[in-house]
């Protein structure tokens, strides 16, 4: 299977769209996004994390549904959330009204017993946990290296679960008293407004969903994701999501053999298979929101851009030149996206260089997620620099090679050339040239 996507990938991306019609260019993108997104489902990634989001699911949907409901229930609204379980389960057919109802009692029981001190922190570490889970896979997505620090997690987490389901139920209610609305209801009767607006309401809840699928690709990932971005991979999970929902509950109700196979354990399987879909689901359009920012990457996937060494030397001393420069401005927020975007690079390729300069003290990361030098920049020469990504690399010989003669002075006199004129300039210095040349150019 891996050959014949990697034939396919070799056709789609051999063909040159420059010049061609926007239509067939169109479809040749549509295939390339096709194609990427299918070799990233077999590499098998993407189906273990969201066989593992069903798991977390499972632990933490009961604590997490509490807790919103429990904040919810403040504006005596929760009722209105209600209804969304039972549509989410829609796709199982009446077994997903009895699972609804379950899990509604669940946190009915949960709500009106006293919770203790640990219950109530057991209950908000479960909440929590699952959007950790959530974050640590968009984050794989997005290639991001590092996840937000403990603080901004907690913080962040909590607005999304203490605000995030006020905002939904008011959203949800919002539509429901539009629809009740005189005027609204006056429209209906006058056709073509009657038809137009009954229609509305049917899509109504999937642009919901789009929304907050928009909403989970702007924001879960450790990165700074365009709206056009995650717009995008938002409207394609909305629409797979609705399309699977419906293909699921045809299959449901034409399989018979299904419950004569699993018996009472029928409800538990499909509703299993339908968590995984959806997650899947969410995955895919994570996967395509990030190609949509990145379309340079579609053809290399989830492999790592290999760099040439004196590009790799290129890069870092180019790092270590903007975040010297933003140090000095007092710029706190110089993060790894600010410095790709600056270099014009995918910050994936900028990785693994950054990850040496880390290792080697030379650069390291605030509060804020911004990187600054690791230590003052007058003490940080140019060679110490380039010695932190040539460490790196080697295949782990049990002994080093053998060189010929000629070969070791040539690669010597090399390096000391190299030396002699990296060795004695510190960064503050190299800083400084640029200062004085746009002084001589003034």
Same mark, same amino acid.
């Given at each position: 299977?891996?050959?014949? !996507? /990697? ?6 991306? &051999? ?33 273990? %994390? ?17 807790? =919103?409901?429990? *904040?919810?229930?403040? #504006? ?7 209804? @969304?379980l039972y549509r989410l389960m829609e796709p199982l ?9 379950? *899990?509604? &009692? ?11 001190? *640990?219950?109530?922190? +057991? ?31 907690? =913080? ?5 679960? $203490? ?5 939904? !139920?008011?959203? $949800? ?41 928009? +909403? ?6 450790? =990165? ?47 509703? $299993? ?9 969410? $995955?895919?359009?994570? @996967?395509?929101? #990030? ?39 007092? /710029? ?5 996206? &600010? ?23 030379l650069v390291s990361a605030n509060d804020q997620a ?19 990504? %040539? ?22 006199? *090399? @390096? ?13 210095? #190299? ?6 040349? /746009?002084? @001589?150019?003034?």
């Amino acid at each position: 299977m891996k050959t014949l !996507t /990697d034939t396919i990938g070799q056709v789609l991306w &051999r063909r040159d769209l420059s010049g061609r019609p926007w239509p067939e260019r169109l479809a040749w993108t549509m295939a390339r996004y096709l194609h990427a997104v299918l070799r990233d489902l077999l590499v098998g990634q993407l189906t273990l %994390r969201a066989m593992s989001l069903v798991y977390t699911t499972l632990l933490s949907a009961v604590p997490l549904l509490a807790l =919103s409901f429990s *904040v919810i229930k403040v #504006f005596g609204v929760h009722n209105r959330l209600q209804p @969304q379980l039972y549509r989410l389960m829609e796709p199982l057919g009446p077994r997903g009204v009895e699972i609804t109802d379950w *899990v509604v &009692r669940a946190i009915d029981n949960l709500e009106g017993g006293v919770l203790g001190t *640990v219950s109530l922190v +057991f209950l908000v570490y479960t909440a929590i946990a699952m959007v950790e889970k959530v974050e640590s896979t968009f984050n794989y997505i997005w290639r991001v290296a590092r996840p937000r620090n403990l603080a901004r997690r907690v =913080s962040e987490y909590l607005s999304v679960l $203490l605000i995030g389901p006020v905002v939904m !139920t008011f959203a $949800l209610g919002l539509i429901a008293s539009i629809g009740a609305n005189s005027v609204v209801q006056t429209l209906k009767a006058i056709e073509p407004f009657g038809a137009a607006i009954v229609s509305l309401g049917q899509v109504l809840p999937y642009i919901l969903i789009i929304a907050v699928f928009t +909403f989970l690709y702007k924001f879960m990932p450790n =990165s700074a994701v365009r709206s056009g971005a995650a717009l995008t991979g938002g409207v394609v999970a909305g629409m797979l999501w609705a399309f699977a929902g419906s293909v699921f509950a045809s299959v449901l109700a034409m399989s018979s053999s299904r419950q004569a196979i699993y018996s009472t354990f029928a409800v538990a399987i499909s509703a $299993l298979i339908w968590l995984y879909v959806s997650w899947l689901i969410l $995955l895919i359009g994570a @996967q395509i929101a #990030f190609y949509a920012q990145h379309p340079v990457l579609l053809r290399l996937g989830q492999q790592e851009p290999r760099l040439a060494n004196e590009l790799r030397e290129r890069i870092a001393l180019n790092i270590m030149y903007l975040v010297g420069m933003a140090f000095r401005r007092g /710029d706190i927020h110089c993060s790894i996206d &600010r410095v790709s975007g600056a270099m014009g690079m995918p910050s994936l390729a900028l990785a693994p260089v950054l990850a040496a300069l880390e290792t080697a003290g030379l650069v390291s990361a605030n509060d804020q997620a911004g990187l600054m030098p690791g230590r003052e920049m007058t003490r940080i020469t140019l060679a110490e620099i380039l010695a932190a990504v %040539r460490a790196g690399g080697d295949t782990g010989a049990l002994q080093g090679p053998v060189w010929a003669g000629p070969v070791d002075r040539v690669a010597k006199e *090399v @390096q000391a050339a190299i030396e002699q004129r990296t060795a004695t300039m510190s960064l503050s210095a #190299f800083l400084d040239q640029d200062v004085v040349a /746009d002084r @001589q150019g003034d």
